[in-house]
């Protein structure tokens, strides 16, 4: 069975940091590329930033950059997300993503919610 769980969500103040895990299982998580998303209330779902496979290149919304880092440990079968800096803008429910390359096949995790308030 294939499974996403995210965690590390919560609420934080502005200027604050959180780190989300992602711990992925039932499929080979080296082989995947990685990403986390984000979903605002009335808003659509948006990467937020990306890991690929093979090379490990990382990309991210301008919106996040220089704020915010993906990494990825294959041991440990989790991609991190680590925010910095945080803003209220940023509260959403995050979304962990693995995608098979050169194919559709992809996986979600439930989410977790992230809120950025003082």
């Known amino acids: 069975e294939v499974r996403l769980v995210e965690s590390g969500g919560g609420l934080v103040q502005p200027g604050g940091s959180l780190r989300l895990s992602c711990a992925a299982s039932?499929?080979?998580?080296?082989?995947?590329?990685m990403s986390w998303y984000r979903q605002a209330p009335g808003k659509e779902r948006e990467i937020v930033a990306f890991?690929?496979?093979?090379?490990?290149?990382?990309n991210y919304a301008d919106s996040v950059k220089g704020r915010f880092t993906i990494s990825r440990d294959d041991a440990k079968n989790t991609v991190y997300l680590q925010m910095n800096s945080l803003e209220s803008e940023d509260t959403a429910v995050y979304y962990c993503n693995a995608r098979r390359p050169f194919t559709n096949v992809d996986y979600w995790g439930q989410g977790t919610q992230v809120t950025v308030s003082s």
């Open positions: 890991i690929n496979r093979p090379y490990d290149t990382t």
């Open positions: 039932g499929f080979t998580f080296s082989d995947y590329h």
